[in-house]
């Protein structure tokens, strides 16, 4: 059982930053594959950036750019730098690891992009 806890989440005006953060459990961190998904009210969840065990990353094609994902190993925590926040952006963000083909979920983060 992977356990995920993310924060970071806020408030942010056009164009602004936030860093999210998502910490797992476990001692085998360096063995998930780790991710950021994104639902906006109405829509359904999307990918924003994903990282594999391995280190190689992969962005939605919107995020390119803007959006940083990356990994402490020693901190059992994952990253998603996002600059040139938009309204677009607003959602409840989430986290998923991926560790011998189960996945697991964190509870999610708001980042609302406004003005």
């Known amino acids: 059982q992977v356990q995920l806890v993310e924060s970071g989440g806020g408030l942010v005006q056009p164009g602004g930053s936030l860093r999210l953060s998502c910490a797992a459990s476990?001692?085998?961190?360096?063995?998930?594959?780790m991710g950021w998904y994104r639902q906006a009210p109405g829509k359904e969840r999307e990918l924003v950036a994903a990282?594999?065990?391995?280190?190689?990353?992969n962005y939605a094609d919107s995020m390119k750019g803007r959006f940083t994902i990356y990994r402490d190993i020693g901190k059992n925590t994952v990253y998603l730098q996002m600059n040139r926040l938009k309204p677009e952006d607003t959602a409840v963000y989430y986290c998923?690891?991926?560790?011998?083909?189960?996945?697991?979920w964190g509870q999610g983060t708001q980042v609302t992009v406004s003005s």
């Open positions: 990282i594999t065990s391995g280190g190689n990353t």
């Open positions: 998923k690891a991926k560790f011998n083909n189960n996945d697991y």
């Open positions: 476990g001692s085998s961190f360096r063995l998930y594959a």
